[in-house]
């Protein structure tokens, strides 16, 4: 039974930093590209970032690039999502992904999702 769970989200002030943990289950995690998707009430799942299973690739939206890294351990069947500098707009629900296949970055590319974990930023 394929399981993607989801740890890490919390109340953090405006300015802070949340380090977001998926760990995997089910099927051969190292085999899988891995991604991060957010959602806010009444939008879209947006796509956050993404990493290949060799971790020697990432891609990031725009709105989180050089503030959020990704990263993944393959021997802990674990992805991570580390959120710097966060702002109130990065309020959301954030889910993480598996896909089969090198690249992705839109919901339909992946296959597994997490049930997601709430991030609330204060301002």
């Known amino acids: 039974q394929v399981q993607l769970v989801e740890s890490g989200g919390g109340l953090v002030q405006a300015g802070g930093s949340l380090r977001l943990s998926c760990a995997a289950s089910?099927?051969?995690?190292?085999?899988?590209?891995m991604g991060w998707f957010c959602q806010a009430p009444g939008k879209e799942r947006e796509f956050v970032a993404r990493?290949?299973?060799?971790?020697?690739?990432?891609l990031y939206g725009d709105s989180v690039k050089g503030r959020f890294t990704i990263s993944r351990d393959n021997a802990k069947n674990t992805v991570y999502l580390q959120m710097n500098s966060l702002k109130v707009e990065d309020t959301a629900v954030y889910y993480c992904a598996a896909g089969s296949g090198l690249y992705g970055n839109r919901p339909s590319d992946y296959e597994y999702w997490g049930q997601g974990t709430q991030v609330n930023v204060s301002s």
């Open positions: 089910g099927f051969t995690f190292s085999s899988y590209r």
């Open positions: 990493i290949t299973w060799s971790g020697r690739s990432t």
